[in-house]
Every structure is written in C-alpha cells, then in structure tokens.
C-alpha cells in the first residue's frame, strides 16, 4: 500500500493521537508521516469553547486539505467534530476508547472530600464547555464557574498558578499525555455523577469516500464494540442538536447482552436544571434512536410526592423549580436525636445504612475515636457523608449487598463484633442478616415521630425509606394507578406489602439515581401517551 499522509493540529494532544495511529498503522506495515495543520480553533481566543466546540473549529482546515488531496487521513477527537462530514468524505474507522469520563483537577487548598465534585463550597472552577457548566451548576449551585482557554498542558498550569480553583478536562487527553498532576487532588467522575460528552474518548479516523483501499485498511482495524456504542451517541446527538448548541451530555456503554447502557442530560442553557435519563438495558434500533431526542425535547416533566423535605432532596427540589412543579416535599417522619451510650465498649466494626445513622451517630460520638475501625456503608451517599467526617470507608456496599450478605462483606465482617448505629423504627433486615455471620449489637440513635398530614394524590411518589412508608400508610392511601419509586431494595419490600405493584427501585442509593429514575419512566409513560 502506498505511503499515508496523516493531517493533525499541532497541540501535544492533537499529536499524540496522529503518532498513536501511526504507530497502529505501523504494525499492518502501512507506512506514514505526519503533517501539521493549523486550525481557525487553534487561532481563536476569543471565543469560549461552548461557541465553537462540535462546529469544526478544530477540523475545517484538515478536512479541506482532505478534499484537495495534500493529506489522506486526518485524525480527530471524535467530539470536536461536527455530526455531519462535508460531501466527499467520510469516518472511516473508530479507535478503541479511552477512558470517557471527565475528571476534575483540584488544588490542595479547594479540595474537600465527601462532597460531590470534591470541591469546596464557593471554589472558581475553570470550564468552557455548556455542557460542563450545566451539570457542575445542577450538582453544585454555590460553586463560581469561570472560562477556561489553551491546549490540556496550559490548563493544567493555570491551575498551578492559582488562577482557578479547580478545572475540569477529559480523562482521556490526561491518560494520553501522561501529565505530571503531581500536587493536585484528580477526581474522575463516573457518567452516573457526571455525564460525558457524546463519543468523548474516542478517535475518528476521516478520509476521502474515493479512497476504498484506505477505508478497507482502517476498517481491519476497528473496534466494533466502541463503534457501536460511539455511532449510538452521534445519532442521538445528531437529532438532539439539529443545527444548534445545547449543553447536552450522551454516554452510551454495550452490555454483554447487547443491550444498551445509555444516559443523558440536557437542557436548553447552562443555568437550567437539566432532564436527566438513564436506561440500563435499552434494547435499541435507529428507528428509536431517531425518535428519541424529540421525545425529550417535548416532554414535560409530571409533579410528584417524595418523602422528604425540599433541603433534604436539592436535586429533586431544584428539578421541580426548573419546571415549575407543583410537587409535594413532605417528610411522613419528624426526626429526633436518642442518647446513648456505647459504655467504652471497644467494635472491630461499624456498619451504617444511611446518611441518617452517620449524622445522629456522631451527634454523641466523636469521629476521632473510629479512626482504625473498619467502616462499612450502604451506599455512595452514606460514604460521603462518613468522608465528611474524615473517616475512611472500608467497603461502599452495592445495592444487594445487605439483602445477599456479599462474599465481600462476609469476607469483612466474618467473626467481628460488630456495631449497627440505626432507628428506633428500624426494619433489623440488616441485623438479622449479619447475626449470621457476625457478633452483631444495634444501638438506637435517632427516632420517626409521625406526621399526620394527608397528601394530595399524585401518580408518581418517591420513598426514601421503610419508616416513610410505614408513616404514610396511617393516614394516607396508596393510588393503585401510581408508581412508586424507591431508594433500595428494604423501601420497596415495604410498599409491596400493601399489594402494589409500579414499584421502581433506583439503579443506585443516591437520590442523582431516583432523580434519574423518575425522569426514564416519565418520558416512557409520555411516549405511550403520545402514540
């Protein structure tokens, strides 16, 4: 085969991937060199990156080297590029993913553990990206958002030099570059916290649609799992965008079973709470993917109850004054403080089951004197607020854990005296459920006053506990038509006791997950409406 001309930017990152498919090319005896194009993205300072980001700023002036002939293949972060490639050319081929989070690089001084982002209260945090600004403002409204401009290394500087707080920059350029962040706090933030942008992470690999001998190289080369999963984010964001830029975020993962893990959040500006999504298991088709993004452009979220009051629920609270709902936030339980006393008996382990147990748990106990206990938490949540308190945790439980005594957590716990920090009205699934494997003791640390105030009805409620439900059931009646969504397995064996059947539990104990929840099976509810 001849030898390849590969166009690339100049930038440390925009080079490193030309070298990377060099170098795979290298390996099927195609040889090539490397030539440097200079992009109007690369000149334009003025503008912040949600102006020119996904408009071919950073690609115009290497697909039309393409079309003259002067290069035979340029390569691309796959989100720089618009949806459409001009006529003549064509994505041939995909790279394997890196890594398609975002992380956020901290400053010792701003970094603050247990809270979402890890960042503390009123930090400057550098972005451009529309699509960064709307999740970072719906998770933390207190913190000060500020543009950000340069290629990865002279970001990462500016951070260094005390200009921001903290900034935020994809996973994948960091891993490719091999960066000394040396000093600085890196958080990587799962697509379940923090959702990437479309085909992040990935490389596209363009080239002239005359060029078969090419195309049929590159195409050997490919990796079909990232190609399916990468094409499913462009078609969406294809749909969703239509000419305009809208803070939109699309993480597509395939499943062992060929189903489809996908996720999204958008709204229609960076202030705006955004309509958050999540499908586990979306047996997809073009056709539906099609339909989709006018689904959720249309659709207008339904009021609904949840067992809490609007501080203790900010995600759901915020939602609900984005869209103006007309929502009920009621806590069935008021809740009060129990002393006691642990008599300077000495525990080899702590196992809290929510953010409540932790918070009246340490109402009368220090914090200081767990420092060497093994600490284990029920959920995402709980362990924040343990990391709060400058505990470590031991072991995050996932969400059946309790209910099936892991191995692990048999592992851990397996013949220690163990201690339950829990409620007066505490369902003891927990306690019973380790009694088998370990010396357990339950202290009651807080109790459920019941509050009797009669709800409106609603078709969809949101249970936060067992004790919410039991609470609620005394005076108030559960609409068979409804659904009821629950934050863990124990709130759902609670309601189905009272023969319902619409009960949804959240893929995760955080209330970002229920918020998620609730959300799909709207837009599923209002796509049968509308058929």
Partial sequence: MRKIIIGTRGSDLALWQARHVQSILAEHGIGTEIKIIVTKGDITHHL?????????????????????????????????????????????????????????????????????????????????????????????????????????????????????????????????????????????????????????GVLALQTRESDSELIVALQEMQDNVTKTATQTERLLLHHFVGGCHMPLAIHAKLNPDETMDLRIAQANHPDDFPK?????????????????????????PQPFFISRNSEEAPFFYRFAQQFHLN????????????????????????????????????????????????????????????????????????????????EQLKSLLSGKNCLIPCSAQSARTLAISLSEIADVTEIITYKAEFCSQQIPAYKWYVFTSPSQVDAFAKINKFPAYAHYLCLGPTTASSLSKHGLSNIHVSAETTELSLLELLNTLQLHDFEREIR
Avoid at 354 to 361: C, I, L, M, N
Wanted: with cysteine.
């Fill in 48 to 200: 912040s990156f949600d102006k020119i980001e996904g408009k071919g700023f950073f690609t115009k002036e290497l697909e039309e080297e393409l079309i003259a002939g002067s290069i035979d293949l340029a390569v691309h972060s796959y989100k720089d590029l618009p949806t459409q490639s001009p006529e003549g050319l064509i994505i041939a081929a995909f790279s394997s993913r890196e890594l398609a989070t975002d992380a956020i690089l901290i400053r010792p001084d701003a970094f603050l553990d247990g809270e979402w982002l890890s960042i503390k209260s009123g930090a400057k945090v550098g972005t451009s990206s529309a699509r960064r600004k709307m999740q970072i403002k719906a998770l933390r409204p207190d913190l000060s958002m500020v543009d950000l401009r340069g290629n990865v290394p002279t970001r990462v500087n500016k951070l260094r030099e005390g200009q921001y707080d903290a900034i935020v920059l994809a996973s994948a350029g960091l891993i490719r570059l091999e960066l000394d962040l040396s000093g600085l706090e890196v958080v990587h933030l799962p697509p379940s916290v923090f959702v990437p942008a479309a085909s992040q």
């Fill in 276 to 300: 958050r999504l999540h499908w586990p298991s979306l047996r997809f088709n073009e056709q539906n993917l099609t339909k989709l993004p006018q689904l959720v452009n249309s659709w207008n």
């Fill in 327 to 406: 929502s009920s936030f009621t806590s069935m339980n008021q809740i009060q403080s129990v002393a006691f006393h642990l008599n300077d008996r000495n525990f080899e382990a702590i196992v809290f089951n929510s953010e409540r147990a932790v918070s009246y748990f340490f109402e009368h106990e220090s914090a200081e004197n767990f420092l060497e206990t093994l600490i284990v938490s029920s959920g995402e949540a709980t362990t924040r607020a343990l990391e709060r308190k400058g505990l470590k945790v031991d072991y995050t439980c996932k969400k059946s854990d309790f209910s099936t005594i892991s």
